[in-house]
Nanobody, 118 residues
C-alpha cells in the first residue's frame, strides 16, 4: 500500500518560515520524481517545486529564491523549506510522486495547510 504523508504545515506570520515533509512508503522512492503542489481557495492547483531522481529541481517563478525542495532517499522523504513567506503562499500543499520510467504511476498525499497571516 502506497502512502504519502505530509507534515509541517501551520500558521506563520509574513516573513516567517515553514518546513514541509512528505514521508513515502510502499514505493521505491529513489526512482520517483517528487513534487509539491498547492491549491489556494478558489484557485487552480499549481506546481510549486519538483525534484527528479537525479536531484535536479525546478520551481514556480514566484517562489524562486524563497523555497527549496530536497529529498532524502534513505528516509524516503521529500522536504519543502519555505522562507520569507507571504500571505499569497497560503494554500493546501500536497505531495506528489511520479515513477520516472514506464509505467508512470502517480500518487498523491492528503495535503497539509500552510497559512501565512499576521
Amino acid at each position: 500500500q502506497v502512502q504519502l504523508v505530509e507534515s509541517g504545515g501551520g500558521l506563520v506570520q509574513p516573513g516567517g518560515s515553514l518546513r514541509l515533509s512528505c514521508a513515502a512508503s510502499g514505493i521505491l522512492f529513489s526512482i520517483y520524481t517528487m513534487a509539491w503542489y498547492r491549491q489556494a481557495p478558489g484557485e487552480q492547483r499549481e506546481l510549486v517545486a519538483q525534484i527528479n531522481a537525479g536531484g535536479s529541481a525546478d520551481y514556480l517563478d514566484s517562489v524562486k529564491g524563497r523555497f527549496t525542495i530536497s529529498r532524502d532517499n534513505v528516509k524516503n522523504t521529500v522536504y519543502l523549506q519555505m522562507n520569507s513567506l507571504k500571505p499569497e503562499d497560503t494554500a493546501v500543499y500536497s505531495c506528489y510522486a511520479q515513477k520516472e520510467s514506464f509505467p508512470h504511476w502517480v500518487y498523491w498525499g492528503q495535503g497539509t495547510q500552510a497559512t501565512v497571516s499576521s
